[in-house]
């Protein structure tokens, strides 16, 4: 079950203003598990989260990437999905963020994270929706203003997504155009 840190009213009027969908990687939209073999690292993506993704996307919504962790199956994934933004880098999630926000003039009102340890605590803190996984450690889990049914790496973004298009009015037109 779906917890929620604010009334369901107050959490439909803030993902009706989301404008930028930002995520960290490793335990979002993994399950924060790594296979390493001789020659390269491998990483398990959940395909209806990048569903999710492409719809936030094909709406209008810009999509980010940050984590504090470079990987090329990263890259690789964000590039299959197009994804708009991609931080892969060890200076801090905040300042990622701050710098992206400059660039594309949103505010942090304006975005929804997702994480779910404790270098997203910054992140989760200043978003105006926050958003974590169900086997997030307890501290995300106390900043997030809603937690999600699914463990990371099993449909969780997906989860937020659908969350961000049905209360921006967008889900009806969407499955509309993919019953057609």
Partial sequence: MAVYHLSPAELTARLARVRLFLCDVDGILTDSSIYIGQSAETKRFHIRDGLGL????????????????????????AEELKVDYLEQTKVGKVAAITRLLAQTGFGWDEISYMGDDVVDLGALRRAGVAATVADAIPEAKAMAHYITTAPGGHGAVREVADLVLKAQGRWAAIVAGHAA
Avoid at 61 to 73: Q, T, Y
């Fill in 54 to 77: 492409v719809m936030l996307r094909d709406a209008g919504i810009k999509v980010g990437w940050v984590s504090a962790r470079p990987s090329p199956a990263t890259t690789l994934r």
